[in-house]
């Protein structure tokens, strides 16, 4: 039972236009969201986190948006570059679960230069 | 910088083999996990540690065990590898337990079972 869901493996954007990554989740549970960025042989690095009482964070070019309602993260890259290239990973913890994160299956980004 | 430092980069075994997979990180954090990595599955959570001589089971701990014995180094046991467990597998680090503290990981060790 997936509690963390990325539906699209892969995207396709071109330079300089938005990218708009999607993750729906299904334990309401769930307090703190993360995204994590991937390029291969390299292990998983931080982006940006939101926490469940906000519906908005930004960090320059990268900005999570949450509906709790629709139980809907989407993280927005704007405007993309080729090094955006990468896998993307939704994550979900609840402090109620010992903050554990549960990630989602991944989303392939390639940005067209 | 975090930096969590993983043995092998790349590791051939046998079925029926006893494999070792350490993880080190320098930045005295409290939790260490590690994960599986497979196409289509994510990261998949297979054990953790709060402390020294703790762990805990994630979501898939069969034909695995840790130990944790000093603060900064945690390691994966399979302790009959099978060719199942061919995967990426990830170490991470955390300062603590709560959720708006993002884990660092390690750059994995491609393990292969042959």
């Known amino acids: 039972d997936q509690q963390v869901k990325q539906n699209s493996p892969s995207l396709s954007v071109q330079e300089g236009r938005i990218s708009i990554l999607n993750c729906d989740y299904t334990n309401s549970m769930f307090d703190y969201f993360l995204w994590y960025k991937k390029y291969p042989a390299e292990g998983p690095t931080f982006l940006i986190s939101i926490s469940s009482i906000k519906d908005k964070n930004e960090d320059g070019r990268f900005t999570v948006f949450l509906n709790k309602s629709a139980k809907h993260l989407s993280l927005h890259i704007v405007p993309s570059q080729p090094g955006d290239s990468a896998v993307y990973f939704c994550?979900?913890?609840?402090?109620?679960?010992?903050?554990?994160?549960?990630f989602g299956a991944g989303t392939i980004l390639r940005v067209k230069s | 910088d975090v930096k969590v430092t993983q043995s092998s980069r790349y590791l051939v075994k046998r079925t029926g083999e006893k494999v070792f997979l350490e993880c080190v990180q320098d930045?005295?954090?409290?939790?260490m996990f590690w994960y599986r990595q497979d196409p289509g599955l994510g990261l998949r959570l297979i054990y953790f540690s709060y402390d020294v001589k703790m762990k805990e089971k994630g979501d898939i701990p069969e034909g695995y065990s840790v130990s944790r014995e000093k603060k900064e180094r945690f390691s994966l046991i399979l302790e009959s590898a099978s060719t199942n467990q061919t995967s990426m597998y990830l170490c991470?680090?955390?300062?603590?337990?709560?959720?708006?503290?993002?884990?660092?990981f390690g750059d994995g060790t491609r393990l292969s079972i042959l």
């Open positions: 994550a979900a913890s609840a402090e109620e679960y010992g903050n554990k994160l549960v």
């Open positions: 991470a680090s955390s300062p603590t337990g709560k959720g708006n503290q993002p884990q660092h």
């Open positions: 930045m005295d954090h409290e939790n």
